[in-house]
């Protein structure tokens, strides 16, 4: 008697549940378009940074397309993390202290693999000091990549000699040139290498995801962590890769900023760690894990860029803040309205 | 019941027949961590016993204390808020804001709305309690992880304060009342209003956390909030209620710290939400929920404050504070830790 009264109803919720389900699938596809669709309207002609013409011309899509290096290699490995329910909240200061470090290896002689390669070990370190702290030691991932947080930037800091602000070139020492080749030099279609790398390691990201076993380990252990555990899934092992995997990132995206700035700034790194929450909550990840997707989180990372380096030509930069702390909201409203229902 | 009830979850892991509760046993043991660290710090720097040194080890860290006691209430209910920072910057650059004179000068920066400086600290303490509001409502309603939204709400208060002082900072044409309550200090002390302010106000909180039933509900919806709601606690309500208390105690901070420096900077405040953070958890607060106290959060500060005088009197360049902050921090949750699963054995 109660399921004959609840069957129109149920027929009802089906239909709204998928139509609720197409919107999410393409919801993150129209809001870029849109975006950007508004940036080009805007006329864009007095600005220094995009020189000549729109928002639209080839000049300002290389440019947004090389700045978006860093973020998209960084919340691409962040989405696994948060797919299995963790979160890194030390990105930004990983990323300063790698940029750090090989700026001041660059600055001290090292060639430049030699000088990547050690900062992608010296990312691994890091990555596994989290994994260490979360769960060897289990402490709450908030509170353990807080920690982490404050000693990275720490470290960083400390690195960088007293009185300057930043690695870079001194009376006695001149930072190399070709430092900047990395991230500037044109490779190819105007972009430079550093481009292509982080598009390599998100078609990786995105291959582990949807078609390894770790990608459905990680969504395992996000959905229920102890019964992934009783199905004979080792969470321990599988979350500290993932935090190992989020350091190399960190690593690849400090190399990638001090490259592009041809300099180890400290503090670059700050902010990040919101910059990869919002490319993952657009991207429509769920906050408590299980789900999630790191090809849309990219379309969620150029969302902020496109948000960031179009308003920086529009409005004084002291509305920077506001804007990035406006879109956060919005983005975890429109996660909330779309996500949080668990099929 | 409900007292009973409290009471025995507080006390539920101490063992029969203990006297002393966990939240009890943590304060004691870091106060016996603070001696140990005082007394080591008195041993390297010169100079650390004089008089003056101690009461600057007491009372300088007033501004975390005050923002601190509403950080440990949500901790103990197993929620974040790291909007403080950004609500101390927004309630300072407003109170600027509301009182310069209106139509003054040329610059829009000494141009205020001209109000009274009594309703401008009102009305900035209403602004502070607007972004609690929005944590709560989004944190207590919407039940998204309080760590993304506060972070949200940081950027928020901040980007506003950036916005009002166009990323700089409001110090012209201020009333000459501006400056005085973050100033005036007690006659022939160094002790100053604000100091005030945190012992009234950490003695508040812990009337309301050991005495009162609110206080002690805070702790059943930590310890197990499902439980808390079915036995008829208004956990939205009070959770609601906390974020913003919270905030209206960084309005305060921002409000007294704004007076001192006599401007409205909107980079006053960078990192707090941290600090506010590290000396919660230092005084024994589980992220966790359930556990913690305010006395205790005073301890962590004075801690925190020893630590970083002493490594001010050792000539440690200031870089050295974020290493500090995080080590101490660590060492202090794996100590409690050790200290507690000993206890239970």
Redesign the interface.
Known sequence: MNNTAQQPSRAELDRSRARRSTIKKYYIYVVLLLIVAVFSVMKLDQVPLFGRGSFLSRDSIINLLRTAAPIMTLSGAFTLLMISGYIDLSVGSAMSLNAVVFAFMVLNGFSFLPALLLTLLLGVVLGAINGFLVMRLRITPVIATLVTLLLFKGVALLIVPDGTSAVKSTAEQTMPGWINNYARQDVLLGLPAAFFVALLVIGILVVVQRKTILGKYAAAIGGNRTAAELSGINAVKIVWLLYIIVGVCAALAGVARASYMSLGDPLSGDGMELACIIAVLLGGTAFSGGEGSVAKTMIGALIIMTVTTGLMTVIPAYWQTLAVGTVLLAAVVLNHLLVREKA | MNAKLTHESAGASAGKGRKVSNETFITLFMIAVLVLVFAAAGLVVPNFFLPQNMINILTNNWFIVIVGIGVTFLLVTGN?DMSVGGVIALAGVLSAYFSQGANVSQNPLANGLGLPYGLAVILALICAMGIGG?NAF?IAR?K??S???T??????????A??V???AQRNTSLPSVFGVIGTIAIPSTSIKVSVIIMVVLVIAAVIFEKKTVPGRRTYLIGANSQAAWLSGVKVTKHLASLYILSALLAGITGILLASEFKAGV?SRATGYE?DA?VVA?LGGVS??GGRGSVLGMFVGAVILSVVTTASTGLLL?P?????????V??FA??AQRYALERRKV
């Open positions: 974040f929005i989004f919407l998204v992880p760590i993304i939204i972070l949200g709400t940081m950027m928020l208060a901040r980007g506003i950036q916005v002082t166009q990323g909107s941290f953070l958890l992220i966790n360049s870089d050295w504070q974020f290493i500090l902050k995080g080590a921090t660590f949750i794996l």
